[in-house]
């Protein structure tokens, strides 16, 4: 379909989706206001009006996800994983910490400052952490 210019896709009809059957029918809501859940083989859920007889319904669902997985192979480009590019087990476990402390005080990795020295006998190991905040970061913390 094209609007004025416009690419649109359609919707996907539960008459053209894959055939699937319920495993279990869930009634919800009260006396005039009830919607079926039907859920699936193939895990999604679909609620409905009325209860399906027949207990095989079209998953559009299913139609959805293969579209998503479809655009996702398209868009991934093999990137190495940053653990795989020869860090010590120390530095792996570092930037860990810094993520695990940036995400817990809700503050940019920037402000999470880790740092990692050898020990005596020549081991790195994880030392301290030191998070830089602003005044009004302080303040949200009271």
Not at 9 to 26: G, Q
Not at 47 to 52: G, I, V
Request: glycine share 8%; charged share 25%; aromatic share 4%.
């Amino acid at each position: 379909m094209q609007i004025r210019g416009v690419i649109k896709e359609r919707m996907p009809s539960p008459r053209n989706a894959p055939r699937r059957e319920s495993v279990t029918v869930t009634k919800l809501g009260k006396y005039g206001h009830v919607i079926w859940a039907h859920q699936l083989v193939c895990g999604h859920t679909i609620t409905r009006k009325r209860k399906s007889p027949t207990g095989v319904l079209g998953c559009v669902k299913c139609i959805e996800a293969s579209g998503f997985e479809e655009l996702a192979q398209s868009l991934t480009v093999p990137v190495e994983s940053p653990f795989d590019d020869d860090l010590s087990q120390a530095e792996a476990e570092a930037l860990k910490v810094k993520a695990l402390l940036a995400g817990r005080f809700g503050v940019p990795p920037e402000q999470v400052d880790v740092v990692v020295r050898a020990n005596l006998n020549g081991i790195m190991e994880l030392d301290s952490a030191t998070i830089s905040l602003t005044r009004r970061q302080l303040m949200n913390f009271s």
